[in-house]
């Protein structure tokens, strides 16, 4: 599975539009782009995921480059609640295919 | 909401005591992951299942860890004998490759473990 280049944090006012970038620049042409988040203490929580058009949930929207080396991650109104580490992973859809997180961007929302 | 059950939610034990963690994986989902999270090492796979067969364990210490699926319903991750440095948040995932464009987990809320 291709690697992930991220921010060690970034910071966003209440509110404002989150935007969070990931390199993948060794992405393979089957491979998937997926974001997680995990709030302190808690769980990962699965946020979208998308192959080469951009996609949008009622989380976020993830926007990805039309050479797939790069995407962004957008919470659009972000809240003090979407304070938490951002995983961007990337992962084939073989039977094997694992779900290795690295170490993530720490955003944190301020007021 | 179906969710990924998890037990105990923490667990102190003494160095040398085995310790078994169960996961309740969400019904028909039929992939299951261990992972472990340190503030040191980060989220860690250890090892995870597609059908309840292993398919990689490859991240997990093997001369005192060991994972199995007995039945659809339920992982389980053990360490005997545990030791201080296992001391750690246990992380179960379950997903489905079954009718969708990619596969995604879900995960518990962990068994914070601590081996004194």
Not at chain 2, 90 to 107: D, I, Q, T
Request: glycine share 8%.
């Amino acid at each position: 599975d291709a690697k992930t280049t991220q921010p060690t944090s970034m910071d966003c006012a209440e509110g404002r539009a989150a935007n969070l970038p990931c390199n993948h620049s060794t992405i393979s042409g089957n491979e998937y782009v997926y974001w997680y988040r995990q709030i302190h203490s808690q769980g990962p929580q699965y946020i979208i995921h998308g192959l080469k058009n951009n996609e949008t949930n009622e989380m976020a929207s993830l926007i990805i480059t039309e050479d797939r080396k790069s995407s962004t991650l957008i919470l659009p109104h972000a809240t003090l609640r979407d304070t938490a580490v951002y995983y961007c992973i990337v992962r084939g859809l073989g039977t094997a295919s694992k779900l290795t997180f690295g170490t993530g961007t720490r955003l944190q929302v301020t007021l | 909401d179906a969710r990924v059950t998890q037990t105990p939610r923490d667990k102190v034990t003494e160095m040398g005591q085995e310790v078994t963690m169960r996961c309740q994986p969400i019904l028909g989902h039929n992939t299951v992951f261990w992972y472990r999270q340190t503030m040191m090492q980060g989220l860690e796979l250890l090892a995870y299942f597609r059908n309840r067969a292993p398919l990689d364990d490859s991240g997990m210490p093997k001369d005192r860890f060991s994972a199995e699926m007995p039945d659809a319903t339920l992982a389980t991750l053990k360490i005997q004998p545990s030791e201080p440095r296992d001391s750690a948040v246990y992380f179960c995932a379950s997903g489905s490759n079954r009718g969708h464009k990619g596969a995604y987990a879900f995960f518990g809320q962990g068994t914070r473990l601590t081996v004194v």
